[in-house]
């Protein structure tokens, strides 16, 4: 199994359950984090990363950490100082139409999008309410171009867009897609060569359907437009992942493995959890479990059931821990406070 990685957190790509995976792994393994200084959340994005944004690095002796996995905005000759060489490099993406709508709900309080209504009247006339000069803007457009390190209003020329995906692909191993998720998770599997219940999880950082609402072809079509940047990114690494899929694994075997994963899956739910599934943040008993309230979305989260024994209860619990706690538990086990 790989135990180093680097694993690029997209913002709002089903990248909080990736982690919590990647967490999991990480402490049953005993393997170190790259975490930001001081228990942060976030390696003081949206600045470009630079390894002295990580609690314990020093370059008089360069301490190598297994996996880096906090929010930051790339770049590799930074990362590379913080991992060892043989680290496994990959991402998340979302389909930037979706992507743009959560972004709106999640982040409606950055510059862009704090004065209007709707994401409709946003896109009527953007540039009136986005300044590229603005230090939040990037929430507003190319999210993805800008957490892969590049400049979110760049020029879309055919030789740009082409010089962006060759450097995604120069530096990454592969990269998943959140709309095909079971399948992602047979690729992360292979990949990494980890079992099944290494890869299993519960969707973490998960919206409310009251907040969110279908979108008309039009407003699809000036999304599209106003993220051409992550379009081409999107559109690109969707094929290619389908090619690697069909390369690597073959459509027989993810048939078989996709449902054996959905199978643990509803195996573990049926063990770990009260009632069906997830559940609002105000209806969550253990307020340890309870998930971070942000913009106006309304984030869900799990009740567990009561009485689970030892083992068993430390495994679904971890599975349903929100992201900030989890984070928080695994840089107090690997940096404990002075008595």
């Known amino acids: 199994p790989q135990t180093d990685i680097v694993f690029?957190?997209?913002?709002?790509?089903?990248?909080?359950?990736?982690?919590?995976?990647?967490?999991?792994?990480?402490?049953?393994?005993?393997?170190?984090?790259?975490?930001?200084?001081?228990?942060?959340?976030?390696?003081?994005?949206?600045?470009?990363?630079?390894?002295?944004?990580v609690q314990g690095f020093?370059?008089?002796?360069?301490?190598?950490?297994?996996?880096?996995?906090?929010?930051?905005?790339?770049?590799?000759?930074?990362?590379?100082?913080?991992?060892?060489?043989?680290?496994?490099?990959?991402?998340?993406?979302?389909?930037?139409?979706?992507?743009?709508?959560?972004?709106?709900?999640?982040?409606?309080?950055?510059s862009a999008f704090s004065h209007v209504r709707s994401l409709e009247e946003f896109l009527s006339d953007p540039y009136r309410?986005?300044?590229?000069?603005?230090?939040?803007?990037?929430?507003?457009?190319?999210?993805?171009?800008f957490d892969f390190g590049f400049n979110p209003d760049g020029e879309v020329?055919?030789?740009?867009?082409?010089?962006?995906?060759?450097?995604?692909e120069s530096s990454f191993n592969f990269l998943l897609i959140s709309e095909y998720f079971d399948e992602s998770m047979v690729l992360l599997k292979e990949m990494l060569c980890w079992d099944?219940?290494?890869?299993?999880?519960?969707?973490l950082n998960t919206r409310d359907n009251s907040t969110k609402s279908p979108?008309?072809?039009?407003?699809?079509?000036?999304?599209?437009?106003?993220?051409?940047?992550?379009?081409?990114?999107?559109?690109?690494?969707?094929?290619?992942?389908w090619e690697r899929l069909e390369r690597d694994i073959g459509r027989e075997r993810l048939e078989r493995e996709v449902k054996a994963l959905r199978a643990r899956r509803a195996e573990l739910a049926r063990t770990c959890l009260q009632g069906t599934g997830s559940v609002a943040a105000k209806d969550i008993k253990d307020s340890s479990l309870r998930p971070l309230q942000y913009g106006s979305a309304r984030i869900l989260g799990y009740n567990l059931k009561q009485g689970?024994?030892?083992?068993?209860?430390?495994?679904?619990r971890r599975l349903v821990t929100p992201e900030l706690q989890y984070s928080s538990a695994l840089y107090k086990k690997q940096f404990p406070p002075k008595p």
């Open 308 to 316: 689970l024994a030892g083992d068993t209860e430390h495994t679904c």
């Open 58 to 110: 020093s370059p008089r002796t360069p301490r190598r950490f297994n996996i880096l996995c906090h929010h930051m905005r790339f770049l590799q000759p930074e990362v590379q100082k913080v991992v060892p060489s043989s680290a496994v490099y990959f991402s998340i993406l979302r389909n930037p139409v979706q992507l743009m709508e959560s972004s709106f709900v999640y982040y409606k309080g950055t």
């Open 196 to 203: 099944l219940d290494s890869v299993v999880s519960f969707p």
């Open 157 to 168: 020329s055919p030789e740009r867009v082409q010089l962006m995906l060759k450097a995604i």
């Open 8 to 53: 690029l957190k997209v913002h709002k790509s089903a990248s909080s359950t990736v982690m919590n995976i990647l967490f999991r792994f990480g402490e049953s393994h005993n393997l170190t984090f790259a975490f930001p200084l001081g228990g942060g959340f976030q390696l003081y994005y949206p600045n470009h990363f630079l390894a002295r944004f």
């Open 129 to 145: 309410y986005y300044n590229p000069t603005k230090g939040d803007r990037h929430y507003a457009r190319n999210l993805m171009t």
């Open 215 to 241: 979108l008309k072809d039009s407003l699809v079509e000036k999304i599209k437009a106003w993220n051409r940047l992550d379009w081409e990114i999107y559109t690109h690494f969707n094929r290619t992942f």
